[in-house]
C-alpha cells in the first residue's frame, strides 16, 4: 500500500473554541501534504459548523467531515478514521 501524503485524525467533540487553532497549527507545522479526517460523534457538535465555514472561506479540500460510525467516543472515532484512511 502506497500513501502520497499523511491522514491526520482528528477526535473532535464540541470544540468550536479550539478547532480554529488546530487546523491552524497543522498548516504551519505540517510539511508535506496531508488530509485532515475530522470525526465526530453527532450531528449537532457545535464544531462542525465552524470547521464548514472554514472550508467555505479557505476553500480548504483537505479536510474531511466524517461521522463515527461506532457508538461514540474518542477510542471509536479513532476507529472510524483508521477504516476511513484504508477503505479511501
Known sequence: MSFDEIQIIVPVYNEADNILNTLGELREKVKTAYTILIIYDFDGDNTLPVV???????????????????????????KTGLRSVLTG
Open 52 to 78: 464548514r465555514g472554514h472550508i467555505a472561506e479557505h476553500g480548504c479540500t483537505n479536510i474531511r467531515l466524517i461521522r463515527n460510525k461506532y457508538s461514540g467516543g474518542v477510542l471509536n472515532a479513532i
